[in-house]
C-alpha cells in the first residue's frame, strides 16, 4: 500500500507540474526549431515515464531488491521534476540552467554511485565503508565542478578536483572494494548488472568532463550544444543505469523462484 502511494503521489506530482507549465502562458511554448526546448521536454517525459516503471516493477519484483528499484525510481523522479524546470527557464530566458541541473545532479548522482553498495548489499554482506566511499567520492566530483561552471572556483581547478573524485569513484567500482565483493559473492545476474552499471560511469560519465571542458576551458562552445549533449547524457546514464539494475532484479528473482 505504501509504494502504491508512492507511485500515485509521483505521477500527481508530475501531472501537476505540467498543468503549473501549461497554464502559465505562451512564454512557456516551444518555439519551431528549438532543438534544446525540445531536448528538455524529452527527458522529462523519459524520465517521468521511468518513474512508474521503477516503482510498479518495485511492488512486481519486492523483497530484497525492493530498495533498489525504489531508489532509482527515486533518481528519476528527481530528474523529471528538474527538467521540467529547465525546460521553463530555457523557454522563457534562453539561458543555461547551470544552477538546477547541479541540483539536480547534487540528488541524484550520489543516488545512484550508492546503488553499487545496495544492489551488492542485496545479495552478499557488504562493509559501510563501500558506501561512503562511494557518496564521499561523488560529491569531491560534484561540487568543485558547480563551482567552476557557476564562478564560484577557477573552472580549470574545479574541472581537475572533479575529475580526481571521479577518478576515486572509478577506482572504486573497477579494482577496489566494491568490485572485489562483486567478483567474489554476487550471483552472476549481479555481477553482469555491476560489470553494466560501472561502464556507464566510466564511458556513459565521461561525457560530462568532455561537455565542461569544451565549453570552459577550450575557448567555449555554443550554449545549445552543451545543453543537447548534456540532455542526452542524462537520458541515457540514468534510465540505461536503472534498467541494469533492474535486469539484476528480475534474473535473481526469477533464478530464485526456479530453483
Not at 30 to 52: P, R
Not at 101 to 129: K, N
Not at 227 to 246: E, Q, T
Request: with cysteine; net charge negative; charged share 10%.
Amino acid at each position: 500500500m505504501k509504494q502504491l502511494l508512492t507511485l500515485c503521489f509521483a505521477v500527481v506530482s508530475l501531472f501537476s507540474g505540467q498543468v503549473v507549465f501549461a497554464a502559465s502562458g505562451d512564454s512557456m511554448m516551444l518555439q519551431s526549431g528549438d532543438f534544446v526546448g525540445y531536448s528538455f521536454w524529452l527527458i522529462s517525459m523519459a524520465m517521468s515515464a521511468a518513474t512508474i516503471f521503477f516503482l510498479m516493477e518495485s511492488m512486481r519484483i519486492g523483497g530484497k531488491w525492493s530498495t533498489s528499484l525504489n531508489v532509482i525510481a527515486l533518481v528519476c523522479f528527481i530528474a523529471a521534476f528538474h527538467y521540467f524546470y529547465m525546460r521553463e527557464m530555457w523557454v522563457t530566458t534562453g539561458d543555461s540552467p547551470t544552477t538546477f541541473r547541479y541540483i539536480d545532479w547534487l540528488l541524484t548522482v550520489p543516488l545512484q554511485l550508492v546503488e553499487f553498495y545496495l544492489i551488492l548489499a542485496a545479495v552478499a554482506a557488504v562493509s559501510g565503508g563501500i558506501f561512503w566511499r562511494i557518496f564521499i567520492g561523488s560529491l569531491v566530483m560534484l561540487v568543485p565542478g558547480y563551482m567552476g561552471e557557476a564562478g564560484y572556483l577557477n573552472s580549470t581547478v574545479g574541472f581537475v578536483i572533479g575529475m580526481l573524485g571521479w577518478a576515486f569513484i572509478l577506482y572504486e567500482i573497477h579494482a577496489g572494494e566494491a568490485s572485489k565483493v562483486s567478483a567474489a559473492s554476487a550471483s552472476a545476474a549481479t555481477q553482469s548488472s555491476f560489470t553494466m552499471m560501472k561502464w556507464v560511469v566510466t564511458v556513459g560519465w565521461a561525457i560530462y568532463p568532455i561537455g565542461y571542458f569544451l565549453g570552459y576551458l577550450a575557448g567555449g562552445t555554443n550554449v545549445e550544444t552543451v545543453n543537447i549533449v548534456y540532455n542526452l547524457a542524462d537520458l541515457l546514464n540514468k534510465i540505461a543505469f536503472g534498467l541494469f539494475i533492474w535486469y539484476a532484479a528480475n534474473e535473481d528473482t526469477s533464478g530464485s523462484s526456479h530453483a
